[in-house]
């Protein structure tokens, strides 16, 4: 186990590392000038100067990393260009509604999926698994942003049971949630699919199991087995979907934010890339790149807690 | 064979027709505007109605079945063209150091949130079909590396790889004329999986305008232009939803089916 977190680890740094160099490069190297870039081809020259040495541009390359590098370990993400504040407190402020959005999407997303799966594994071939399976084929193809639009027109629009978009904040908590409430349904919609999918194919294939057959033998009946055998074994797959879902939630969150204005971090990303505001761009996709390595290696570590095989086998 | 597959099968193939309909002929040009013509719910003279600057909604699904079918076909291109032989060489030289680097970096490109940095590549190297196509096909690249890893490595051990080698042919050869034909049936099952990701995936870029650029039509810009008018005129916001909906379902269960029918590693008693 060890050995394994220690391999995981060091796997963990590389990534981090190659992540942040390909950022950087992308960012920083690829559009050659990125103050001529970030103030456009009208720019007169002492506003492009003066916005060269804040950014450090002077500097030679390696320098320049290692300082960015540095500074997020101080939690210092540089200044933004266009708001003139410190990245850190926009990202600040802005998480308090990417992060509950994605765990309010991961909620919904878990609680459909796991009885939907359910269902449609223990009665394989029959109705309601034809129907689940269909609905989740449909819940696949279905572009999120169309479906909020959708939900828009018939709950915002028509019934007025939300608003269209906007966030009020958390001063209100339960008005906070009402508002991610349709953003968090389209952001789960086809996670729920997936997920329902992975856990009816991954129950299906423990059912076949032999420990299934002790079980149905000391005479348990089919539901039983399943209850008390099949489903807990069946997690362990769609637990490492479930870590995957979250970093795609908070990153998908980018689309879903524009379109029910929700000041959120793919907001930001996506007006600071409108604004060409590269520092903030720089800081986010690093911010995001970094929590889904993060969660990608908490799921690794606790796939092998809850799977010992795994860790001999490493 | 599989309904699923009847059916897939025949709205890809729909979709596809529509698209190369669109070379020859669309009902009405979409670079002409007929402002005065604007909104009109579905009629006789147009079956899905005009959108906002009066031009024919069909004639724009038409031209847009073309960009999306284009931008995802050629994404999933780079992503074989790439990863395929990647994943054959990386199964050639199992365990050795190049391996190793090859799957690394897959796991790393996979570890990239990849709507976020398809966003940071059309952002920085501007807005447009082709920086799309570049952002989409990046990503592609390590789901086809590591599939032909996967199922190549087993072939390794089989005889007729043996007998090859008796032959003297050389690992590149063997890969070629041995492995690659027998990982074929599977890569076209991925592809047709990547190829349905593709659409969505373009959908989302022309969405927020990170696509293809007007005038070229695409459904993720027409539902981008449909947002504020959804309340107006329905249709120009479920017309190009459908069509993304109906396109990516008929990929999927053409993926499904072809699946069951050619991959040996599913098991017969799943489904």
């Known amino acids: 186990m060890i050995r394994y977190t220690i391999a995981r680890f060091f796997s963990l740094i590389i990534s981090l590392i190659v992540a942040s160099l390909v950022i950087f490069l992308v960012i920083q190297v690829i559009p050659g000038d990125p103050a001529s870039f970030m103030l456009g081809i009208n720019a007169r020259e002492d506003t492009l100067a003066a916005l060269r040495s804040e950014m450090g541009l002077d500097q030679p390359l390696t320098l320049r990393y290692f300082d960015w590098v540095i500074g997020m370990f101080q939690g210092d993400f540089g200044n933004s260009w266009t708001y003139k504040t410190p990245v850190s407190e926009l990202i600040a402020d802005r998480i308090w509604v990417s992060l509950p959005l994605a765990i309010y999407a991961l909620i919904l997303s878990t609680l459909i999926a796991f009885p939907a799966g359910i269902v449609a594994a223990s009665r394989r071939g029959g109705a309601s698994d034809v129907t689940i399976m269909g609905a989740t084929q449909m819940g696949v193809a279905i572009p999120n942003f169309w479906f909020a639009m959708i939900m828009v027109l018939i709950f915002a629009i028509n019934l007025r049971w939300f608003s269209a978009g906007g966030f009020p904040g958390w001063s209100n908590p339960l008005q906070g949630l009402k508002s991610l409430t349709l953003p968090a349904i389209s952001l789960a919609l ?9 856990m009816r194919s991954s129950l299906l294939d423990i059912l076949l199991e032999d420990f299934i057959r002790t079980a149905r033998a000391k005479g348990l009946t089919r539901s039983q087995a399943l209850w008390r055998h099949a489903v807990r074994n069946a997690l362990i797959p769609v637990l490492t979907i479930i870590g995957l879902q979250f970093s795609f939630l908070l990153a998908g969150g980018i689309i879903i934010e524009q379109i029910f204005f929700l000041p959120g971090l793919g907001r930001l990303i996506f007006q600071a890339i409108s604004a060409r505001d590269l520092i903030v761009v720089e800081s986010v996709v690093m911010l995001l790149v970094f929590t889904v390595i993060m969660v990608n290696f908490a799921v690794d570590i606790t796939y092998a807690i809850v799977d010992p095989r795994l860790r001999r086998k490493s | 064979m599989s309904r699923g597959l009847v059916i897939g099968a025949f709205l890809t193939l729909f979709f596809v027709a529509l698209a190369c309909v669109s070379f020859l002929w669309v009902p009405y040009d979409i670079e ?6 604007k909104l009109k719910t579905p009629n006789l003279n147009h079956w899905l109605g005009t959108d906002h600057f009066g031009r024919d909604v069909l004639s724009m699904v038409m031209m847009g079945a ?16 790439i990863g395929v032989p990647l994943g054959l060489f990386s199964a050639a030289r ?3 150091f190049l391996d190793e680097i090859i799957m690394r970096g897959n796991d790393l490109i996979f570890a990239f949130p990849s709507l976020v940095i398809a966003i940071l590549i059309t952002a920085v190297f501007g807005a447009s079909a082709v920086n799309a196509i570049v952002a989409i096909g990046i990503f592609n690249i390590p789901v086809f590396a590591r599939l032909t890893r996967a199922v190549a490595l087993p072939l390794w051990e089989r005889d007729f790889v043996l007998s090859a080698r008796v032959c003297g042919k050389s690992e590149t050869r063997i890969s070629v004329e041995h492995i690659f034909p027998n990982i074929m049936n599977l890569m076209i099952v991925q592809g047709t999986i990547q190829f349905s990701l593709g659409i969505l995936a373009e959908a989302s870029l022309s969405y927020i305008g990170l696509g ?24 120009v916001a479920l017309v190009p939803g459908l069509a993304i909906l109906l396109m990516v379902l008929g990929l ?6 072809l699946r069951d029918r050619f991959d040996p590693r599913i098991k017969k008693n799943r489904t």
């Open chain 2, 252 to 257: 999927n269960l053409m993926g499904d089916g």
């Open chain 2, 32 to 37: 002409t505007l007929q402002i005065s013509n």
């Open chain 1, 190 to 198: 086809p996670q729920a699919a997936i997920l329902a999918r992975i």
């Open chain 2, 94 to 96: 199992r365990g050795s």
């Open chain 2, 212 to 235: 293809a650029q007007p005038p070229t039509a695409s459904w993720g810009r027409m539902l981008a232009d449909a947002q504020t008018l959804v309340s107006i005129a329905p249709h």
């Open chain 2, 66 to 81: 073309r960009t999306s079918i284009a931008v995802a076909l050629l994404a999933v291109g780079i992503g074989m063209a």
